[in-house]
């Protein structure tokens, strides 16, 4: 598997309103907008791992990695 990247861009569409409540909601809390979505993926992340730990053995993680790498690929050529 090759080594990933230590930082990656996650685009995410939503309503301009959403965004707008979402920025206030963080800044509440005290915390950035990307800092609060990564705390939500690494939380659901770990509770798929307790359910479903053979979807995320190096070898499976390994396989999906090829299948994003290729549907990039796709993208690019468009």
Do not use: N, W
């Not at 598997?1 to 861009?9: A, D, I």
């Not at 685009?11 to 979402?22: F, G, I, K, N, S």
Request: charged share 35%; hydrophobic share 35%.
């Amino acid at each position: 598997m090759p080594k990933p990247k230590r930082e990656s861009v996650f685009t995410l569409r939503m309503h301009t309103d959403t965004l707008v409540e979402y920025h206030i909601a963080c800044e509440l809390r005290g915390a950035t907008m990307s800092g609060l979505v990564h705390q939500f993926m690494v939380q659901m992340i770990r509770e798929e791992k307790e359910r479903d730990p053979a979807r995320f053995t190096p070898k499976a993680k390994a396989t999906v990695m090829k299948e994003m790498e290729a549907r990039a690929k796709l993208k690019r050529r468009k």
